[in-house]
């Protein structure tokens, strides 16, 4: 152990890993407590556009797939529901989309200065929309954008590169340290049970979001599409997600891990089963009702036919069967806050 006691070093950690799932849980739960006490932060998911111009062949939204009827919200309704989330006391929104060539830089920074002239600074905004160059992210972050989400997806380069149709793993990487540059507040993360994964690979996984001390991590179980290239691939078990999620919470002990909408998608407790091992973060979808449909990067996505606003008092339930409860501070990341401040 390292720290005072406090943090097990990242070889307990390891260990703990490959040897012990109940005693991992209990010592990430124990290491979640001790920073986040029992709240869980609460972030607004808004699925701005699903047009993208990339083909990851795990997606659902991927270019290639036909099937899929196309959206792009516009900058009033974005507004719209964003105020709407403001009302009900929320102060943190990811807006998130594909690699939507309409949805320029230029577009996204005016837009990001009308919602700090509207909201005021009081609101954290969270970008996830893909790779850009480096001074796209400056211009974003200097236009009032405040962190990034980003997923590695895997950390393994060869399976990386085949699954997301030829960009490599170093191109992303390079993009999640422009964003550090930029001064972001940077997360990223991985998918677990993506086929060709082993164990060797999933623990590398883990121990590159230390590596690149990351902010907030993100991780889920991937859920074969049928209408993508790994449409045929078996599901793999949600265990391999929770397991990560209790590995990256002992590795990064400051860092937000949200329990993800995958977890709870393929199994009904998946994300309280994050939560008691060391997830801290919930993020209900209020993208309006008409578009979540469409935004299916897997099936059996949950809540379809729920505005997220309603979700909220679902999850302050499911947060109290794991003893916790939803918080709506901005919830900044403490490992940020230490690396700058
Ligand atoms: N276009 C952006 C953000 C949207 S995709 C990007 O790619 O970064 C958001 C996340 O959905 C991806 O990072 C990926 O980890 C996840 N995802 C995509 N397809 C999935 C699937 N079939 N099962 C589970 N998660 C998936
Ligand atoms: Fe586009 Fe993101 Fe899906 Fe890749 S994962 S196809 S970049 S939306």
């Known amino acids: 152990m390292s720290d005072g006691n406090l943090f097990p070093t990242p070889e307990h950690a390891v260990a703990l890993y490959r040897e012990d799932t109940q005693e991992l849980y209990r010592q990430a739960d124990r290491v979640r407590r001790r920073v986040f006490g029992d709240r869980v932060f609460v972030r607004g998911l808004l699925e701005f556009t699903n047009v993208c111009a990339a083909n990851c062949h795990y997606c659902g939204i991927r270019r290639d797939n036909t099937a899929v009827h196309r959206y792009r919200m516009d900058e009033e309704g974005i507004l719209d529901v964003i105020g709407r989330g403001i009302e009900r006391g929320m102060k ?19 837009f990001l200065e009308r919602v700090r002239l509207r909201f005021g600074n009081e609101t954290a905004i969270t970008l996830s929309c893909g790779l850009k160059s480096p001074a796209d992210y400056r211009d974003l ?4 954008a405040d962190r990034y989400l980003m997923r590695f997806e895997t950390g393994d380069p060869v399976l990386h590169q085949r699954l997301r149709n030829g960009i490599s793993l170093k191109r992303r990487l390079k993009g999640l340290h422009d964003l550090k540059d930029a001064g972001f507040e940077v997360g990223s993360g991985y998918m677990t049970g993506l086929p060709g994964e082993t164990e060797d690979i999933r623990i590398r996984n883990a121990l590159l979001c230390r590596e690149l001390e990351l902010d907030m991590v993100g991780i889920g179980p991937f859920i074969p599409h049928p209408q993508t290239p790994l449409g045929g691939s078996p599901q793999e078990s949600l265990s391999h997600a929770v397991r990560a999620v209790a590995l990256v919470r002992l590795l990064l002990p400051e860092a937000n891990i949200p329990a ?5 998608s393929l199994q009904p407790d998946g994300r309280e089963q994050m939560l008691k091992a060391g997830a801290n973060v919930l993020m209900p979808n209020i993208t309006p009702v008409d578009h979540k449909k469409d935004y299916l990067l897997y099936p059996g996505k949950i809540c379809l036919d729920e505005s997220g606003f309603e979700c909220v008092g679902c999850l302050s339930l499911r947060v109290k069967t794991v003893d916790q409860a939803l918080c709506f501070d901005r919830g900044d990341s403490p490992a940020f806050a230490g690396r700058t401040g």
């Open 92 to 110: 943190t929104f990811v807006l998130q989309g594909g690699e939507d060539p309409e949805w320029t830089t230029a577009r996204l920074c005016r």
């Open 141 to 144: 972050k200097h236009s009032g």
């Open 260 to 264: 993800t909408t995958a977890a709870g």
